[in-house]
């Protein structure tokens, strides 16, 4: 007897081979008014998978960590005040083409110039409380998953 499996086995190897990993925080401004769950239905509705997630409160001193190639820029300060101002909700995300994907859900840095239907767009209000952050490239996203999350918490 043969036992075809062919089909299905192909989309699941492939899926395998080519899904990617990008880091994402939900920031203090989303997650004050309540914008948690709406944000994840977006990223979900769009077909990604949420490896980790969890809610954190950081220092000033660990958001500097997580920004430092942003440091001595003029809005360094205002950036990683605002982050520790509150709880977050960081996290690890998978799909193919996750980083280019994930950056194009989101939307221009600045909502006054993100698309419409961008959650920026939606959500955000200044490009300072713009609601979401994801990784621009792929050692960023991998610097800044470990900065997050453990070994253990991505199977
Ligand atoms: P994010 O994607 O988290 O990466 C760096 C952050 O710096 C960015 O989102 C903005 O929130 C913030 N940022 C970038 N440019 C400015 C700016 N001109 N003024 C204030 N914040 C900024």
Redesign the pocket.
Known sequence: MVLYTGGSAFFALRREILSQRTFS?I?PDAVRKGHTAAILAEIEGAGFKIVAIKRASISKAQAEGF?AV?AGR??FP??TEFMSSGPIFPMVLEKENAIADLRKLMGA?DPAKAEEGTIRKKYAES??E?AI??SDAEETAAFEIGYFFAGLELK
Do not use: D, M, V
Request: aromatic share 14%.
């Open positions: 925080i920031k920004y942003h003029p809005f205002e950036l840095t490009i300072g713009n952050h994801g």
